[in-house]
Every structure is written in structure tokens, then in C-alpha cells.
């Protein structure tokens, strides 16, 4: 499908990503790695490229689902609209933050109080699976595939400036408000849309960026850094969008990835973002196609083969 069917697939990522458990991380990176016949992918790892210029990054990308019917099923859409209209109620996204749990979980909340996560949801393994889930993972994927989308259409009308706007209020309540299921999640559904050159891909890489470099919670942080970082030490294909959105993060010294607490947290770790980001560096004697691949899929060799070939044995 990737290869013969691209175009079915990038019409109807939406839909995929609903369906494949959050845990199939590779599976999801070849979704989301298809991109249309007619569209070739500038090299994510030529010096200076300017992604904003693209012809391409101004153009939508073609969707063939209803990206907002589980928002018409939980009554979130018509608020919704009203405060990325408006602004108001102020209330609104601190509701839309309890509105996204399964009624499940808020029943138990409320009975117990609190919205405090659980040991399991404070940890780092592969402790989220959406069967399980505290939250209603297909209405976050309709929430903030939407909202970007409503932020688009703003930011061309020229009705907001920069990423002032009712729509980066939600996408930083929501990252800021949610327990570490939740923002995961929310984080996730932002990191689907890091595709082929379209204006969605530019969008939702820049609302990432923007929230690492404002947020002032570490924890944050770090699990952006996750998000991008588990789709990248899988085997290849990677999705253009992830690629170029992660070697931004690393190389704009704005960001300084490097002197984050949790890049050197233990030598391993340490190890692991060292490989990555010569990966996502050129070689000196890198041609202007390098890094390209079968119908310009780019291959970027994961951390697990570089780790692999350092301990010379099978994987870690």
C-alpha cells in the first residue's frame, strides 16, 4: 500500500491512526510515511533548508474521513467553535481537559476526588495503550487534528498573529492541565500530523516546537521529547514532518536540547540521543540526495541498529 497505494493511505491517515493500538509505533510510522505520487520530498538533512519556503508546506493535504464526528458524538464541537471564535468562556478548556476522559475514569475521579494519575501513568515504559485508557483517545485525535486546523485557517485569514490565538490556548491548557496519560496522548495526536510537505505538517511541527520552548515544566519537555524520539528508533521508514521536526529541535540552538537535564540523565541515554543526532546530522561528503530512499522515503538508521552495532550482538 505504501508503495503502490500512497495516496489512499495519506487520504485516510486520520482514520488509520485511530485504529492501530498507540503501542504499534512502526506500523503507524509507515501511515504516516506515504505521501503522494506527485510530491517529492526535499532531503530533511540538506544544510539550511528552509522549510517555511516550500511550495509545498502551503498546500492542505486531502482527508476522506469526518475528522470532526466524535467531537458531534461528545457535544464538544459547537463550544469548541464558540472559543476558537471567541475566546470564551475562559472556562473552556479546563472543561474540554476533564470532557476528553472516558466516562469511566471521570466517574471514578469524581468519586475518589481528584484527577491525580496513576503510578503506572507517571512512568515511561509502554504503560499507555489506548484499549485500557483513561481517556477517550479517538476524541483527542478529532480534537487537535481540528483545532489545528481552525489555527490554520486563522493564521491565512490573518486574523491572529504568529501563535497567539485561541487554538495554541487549547493545544497549551491541554499540555499544560493533563496528567501524563492525557498529555501523551494529546502529543501523539499532534505528532500524526507530521507527514509530507503540507501545510498541516508545518503547522503541527511548529505548535510542538513552540510548546518545548515555552513550557516551563522539565516533565514537558521531556515527554515531547519522547513522542518524537520513540517514532524515530524504530525501523525506517520515518515521516518526512518527524524527521525534519526533530533535527530543528537538535540543531536550533534556541531550543538547547542538548543541556536539557534529561538528555544526559543515565550514559545509555546519553548514548542513545548521541547516535540519533549524528543520524540526523549530513556527512561531509553527503550529495545533495543523500538520505533519500525507494520513491524518497527517507531512511534514517535507528538508534537500536547503531546500538546494535556497538555492542555487536542482536538488539538491547
Same mark, same amino acid.
Request: glycine share 6%.
Given at each position: ?10 487520504e ?11 503501542t504499534?509505533i ?13 510530491v517529492?520530498l ?5 544544510p539550511?533548508l528552509?522549510?517555511?519556503?516550500l511550495?509545498e508546506?502551503t ?10 464526528e ?5 457535544n ?11 475566546r ?6 479546563q472543561?474540554l481537559?476533564e470532557?476528553?476522559q472516558?466516562?469511566?475514569?471521570a ?13 503506572a ?16 483517545? !479517538? =476524541? ?7 483545532? +489545528?486546523m ?7 485569514? #490573518? &486574523?491572529?498573529?504568529?501563535?497567539d490565538?485561541?487554538c495554541?490556548?487549547i493545544?497549551?491548557?491541554?499540555v ?17 500530523q ?13 505548535v510542538?516546537l513552540?510548546l518545548?520552548?515555552h513550557?516551563?515544566d522539565?516533565?514537558v519537555?521531556?515527554?515531547?521529547t519522547r513522542v518524537?524520539?520513540? !517514532? =524515530? ?7 518526512w +514532518?518527524?524527521?525534519i521536526t526533530?533535527i530543528?529541535?537538535? #540543531? &536550533?540552538?534556541?531550543?538547547?536540547f ?17 547516535s ?12 545533495p540526495?543523500?538520505?533519500?530512499g ?12 547503531m546500538?546494535?552495532?556497538k555492542?555487536g550482538?542482536?538488539?538491547?
Amino acid at each position: 500500500l505504501l508503495h503502490g497505494f500512497p495516496e489512499f493511505l495519506c487520504e485516510f491517515h486520520f482514520s488509520f491512526c485511530d485504529a492501530i493500538p498507540t503501542t504499534c509505533i512502526q506500523m503507524r510510522n509507515l501511515i504516516l510515511s506515504a505521501f503522494p505520487r506527485n510530491v517529492r520530498l526535499p532531503d530533511p538533512l540538506t544544510p539550511n533548508l528552509k522549510v517555511d519556503l516550500l511550495p509545498e508546506i502551503t498546500h492542505p493535504p486531502s482527508i476522506g474521513c469526518n475528522v470532526t464526528e466524535a467531537l458531534i458524538q461528545h457535544n464538544v464541537l459547537a463550544p469548541l467553535e464558540q472559543y476558537v471564535s471567541t475566546r470564551q468562556p475562559s472556562s473552556f478548556p479546563q472543561k474540554l481537559c476533564e470532557k476528553l476522559q472516558t466516562s469511566a475514569a471521570a466517574a471514578a475521579d469524581s468519586k475518589a476526588g481528584k484527577g491525580s494519575p496513576s503510578e503506572a501513568a507517571a512512568g515511561g515504559g509502554d504503560e499507555f495503550s489506548s484499549s485500557s485508557s483513561r481517556y477517550d483517545v !479517538r =476524541l483527542v485525535n478529532s480534537l487537535v487534528l481540528h483545532v +489545528g486546523m481552525q489555527g490554520i485557517a486563522k493564521l491565512q485569514a #490573518k &486574523n491572529e498573529e504568529g501563535m497567539d490565538n485561541a487554538c495554541m490556548d487549547i493545544f497549551e491548557r491541554l499540555v499544560m492541565k493533563l496528567d501524563p496519560e492525557g498529555r501523551y496522548y494529546v502529543l501523539n495526536a499532534i505528532a500524526n500530523q507530521l507527514r509530507y510537505p503540507n501545510n498541516h505538517t508545518h503547522y503541527f511541527s511548529c505548535v510542538l516546537l513552540y510548546l518545548f520552548l515555552h513550557s516551563e515544566d522539565m516533565f514537558v519537555k521531556e515527554q515531547i521529547t519522547r513522542v518524537l524520539l520513540e !517514532r =524515530l528508533i524504530v525501523h525506517q521508514p520515518h515521516p518526512w +514532518g518527524l524527521l525534519i521536526t526533530f533535527i530543528e529541535l537538535i #540543531k &536550533n540552538p534556541q531550543y538547547e536540547f542538548s543541556r536539557q537535564p534529561f538528555t544526559n540523565c543515565a550514559p545509555e541515554i546519553a548514548r542513545l540521543f548521541d547516535s540519533v543526532t549524528r543520524s540526523c546530522m549530513p556527512a561531509k561528503d553527503d550529495g545533495p540526495g543523500a538520505g533519500g530512499g525507494a520513491r524518497g522515503v527517507v531512511h534514517l538508521p535507528s538508534a537500536y541498529e547503531m546500538e546494535e552495532k556497538k555492542l555487536g550482538g542482536g538488539h538491547p
